[in-house]
């Protein structure tokens, strides 16, 4: 069986103001910490196989920084159901994912990212992730999770919260 990990990833840090919120771009301190976040999952997680990155222009840049930090050579999957996806609604896009799939980077937004990471988290997850997770979700923050079923499958209590990076 296909080993599956699930990178669940906010957007970087992005401008206050713009002609509409679907428009904010990346402010500079947020496109460093894409950059460093990428850096960080080249080292510590396996290499991405298809990314699922909302249209929105911060998050899209997002990807774009942390494609540079880790060297993908990937085109990202653009859901524009992602901008504004509940939970419910971001659990249905993943299980979609072809079983053939290892990773999936998922670039989205909160309040969706933190609670679709607390609710896959399983009572085997690791204690210092699951304390950072009560602290809040910062922007350029990922949660990495380990899934041991198909992505179908996919729902709560379903995987291992292994770690969550947020950058300095």
């Known amino acids: 069986m296909t080993a599956r990990t699930l990178l669940l990833m906010r957007h970087a840090r992005a401008e ?42 911060r998050a899209r840049e997002t990807f774009a920084g942390v494609g540079d930090g880790a060297s993908l050579d990937l085109e990202p999957h653009v859901e524009d159901a992602m901008y504004a996806a509940a939970e419910d609604s971001a659990l249905e896009v993943l299980r979609a994912v072809p079983d053939a799939t290892g990773t999936v980077l998922w670039v989205g937004h909160n309040p ?14 690791d204690p210092d992730a699951l304390v950072s997770l009560t602290r809040g979700y910062p922007t350029a923050a990922v949660a990495v999770l380990s899934l041991s079923g198909p992505w179908s499958s996919l729902a709560a209590g379903t995987a291992r919260l292994t770690a969550l990076h947020a950058p300095d």
């Open 16 to 57: 206050g103001f713009a002609d509409d919120d679907h428009s904010r771009r990346l402010t500079e301190s947020g496109a460093r910490d894409a950059v460093a976040t990428g850096r960080w999952l080249a080292a510590h997680a396996p290499a991405v196989d298809l990314a699922l990155v909302s249209s929105a222009v």
């Open 112 to 125: 969706t990212v933190a609670m679709l990471a607390q609710a896959l988290s399983d009572e085997d997850s």
